[in-house]
């Protein structure tokens, strides 16, 4: 066992730099982003959005794919390699619209004299959209859990000639949001909601520990940089010389962390955003490219003992 490291802040995050000062948090779907000071603080919840519509994955989506065989085109694009070095490979491309990202679900505001209110996203009765959960500072409820959970007719194991290519789960209609993921999302809230918070939180705890106690990295701090905040730390570290081995392994073990908050094998793998967005239109969409920005999330997974969160990946693949 070794001494638990972690960043921390004098101040809270903002919400003009709330990507990068916030400490992400996530259970493989859902995202979370704190910020504000206490007694009026804001959540910003992060989930998939598929073309459209929050959720919902249009029956027209084949991820890309072509929906014909198109081996005719190899041999032309083979010589085009052999004689240019390259070769165009435009025709062996499907359509790619109605693509996926993720982006903000709800605004959560907590108000400590009593008012709790849920902004924007598909929510099921008896939440809806802009609506307020108001506590009475004279009442007696000195606790109040909210478990919250979305979903998406997306089936990453769909995509083939059985779903008539399509990644959208079968016999839906998917312009009902409601009647559609609703009976999905109270599938696994409401089991959620009949438990304490306590036997909640220690099966998240035991989850993310599991994990994480699967490799340790253990660097000694010279410089006392425990007892500095995030920010100091990051604007005096130098490359050069020394360095900082307490902030260079607390930065190791920060990518570990949002690797197990933003992926399991039940969800879509995390990407080059992981599964957080401040925006509707995050950069590069937060989408998925196929290139080294989806690549390195993955360099240290296997080496780290977290190479069971790559199932989501594979699955997509």
């Given at each position: ?93 499907g ?35 802009g ?48 009647s ?14 009949s ?51 307490y ?22 793998p ?11 239109g ?29 199932a989501?990946?594979w699955?997509?693949?």
């Amino acid at each position: 066992m070794v001494a638990g490291k972690g960043f921390w802040s004098s101040t809270p995050a903002t919400f003009q730099h709330l990507i990068k000062e916030t400490y992400p948090t996530g259970n493989g779907r859902l995202g979370a982003m704190p910020f504000g000071p206490p007694g009026a603080e804001k959540w910003f919840l992060t989930l998939t959005r598929y073309g459209t519509k929050l959720n919902i994955c249009h029956k027209d989506y084949t991820g890309g794919n072509p929906t014909s065989p198109l081996n005719e085109y190899l041999p032309g694009i083979r010589d085009s390699i052999f004689q240019k070095g390259t070769g165009n490979v435009d025709q062996l491309i499907g359509n790619g619209d109605n693509y996926g990202s993720y982006q903000v679900f709800a605004n959560l505001s907590v108000v400590i004299n009593g008012k709790s209110m849920l902004h924007r996203g598909a929510h099921t009765r008896p939440m809806c959209s802009g609506s307020s959960l108001v506590i009475p500072s004279d009442s007696k409820t000195r606790t109040f859990t909210l478990v919250i959970g979305d979903a998406t007719n997306y089936d990453q194991l769909a995509g083939n000639a059985e779903s008539s290519f399509s990644f959208a789960i079968t016999g839906y209609d998917t312009t009902d949001t409601h009647s559609l993921l609703g009976p999905i999302i109270s599938a696994v809230t409401s089991p959620a909601a009949s438990k304490l918070e306590s036997t909640l939180r220690r099966a998240h705890i035991a989850d993310y520990q599991d994990l994480a106690d699967q490799f340790t990295l253990e660097l000694p701090d010279p410089a006392g940089s425990s007892g500095i905040e995030a920010s100091v730390l990051i604007s005096q570290y130098k490359s050069s010389g020394l360095g900082d081995p307490y902030l260079e392994s607390t930065i190791f073990e920060l990518g570990r962390h949002l690797f197990i908050s933003s992926s399991r094998d039940n969800s879509l793998p995390t990407n080059l955003a992981g599964r957080w967005s401040e925006t509707i239109g995050a950069a590069w969409s937060a989408d998925y490219h196929s290139n080294i920005n989806f690549q390195m999330n993955h360099w240290g997974a296997d080496q780290t003992g977290l190479g069971r969160l790559q199932a989501s990946t594979w699955n997509y693949i």
